[in-house]
């Protein structure tokens, strides 16, 4: 069973020395940390691939009510919105999308 120790960390990854069953060092592994920007951008664009298939869905419809345009057309902003803090990288939140 191999064995890892903890040789460097600062607030982006941690380092590690891996050691083979025998003790023997036998490389090294870095883990990155994630920041909050990073969560929130893999959280907006989880929702951007979401959004493809509910919009294809609602352009596959032959006719729509007034209450179904509306929904759509708040999902269709919020997705400009996670579209628009992924471009100009403003991930502090996700908020709007």
């Given at each position: 069973m191999s064995t890892r120790k903890l040789v460097f960390e600062n607030d982006r990854i941690r380092r590690y020395q891996v050691f083979g069953d025998a003790g023997?060092?036998?490389?090294?592994?870095?883990?990155?940390?994630?920041?909050?920007?990073?969560?929130?951008?893999?959280?907006?664009?989880?929702r951007l691939q979401q959004a493809i298939a509910a919009n294809t869905t609602h352009l596959a419809k032959t006719t729509t009510t007034n209450a179904e345009n509306t929904a759509h057309l708040r999902r269709v902003t919020q997705q400009n919105s996670a579209l628009i803090r992924l471009m100009l990288e403003l991930l502090d939140t996700t908020e709007g999308t």
């Open positions: 023997q060092l036998t490389g090294t592994d870095d883990e990155t940390i994630l920041t909050p920007e990073m969560t929130n951008a893999a959280t907006i664009r989880s």
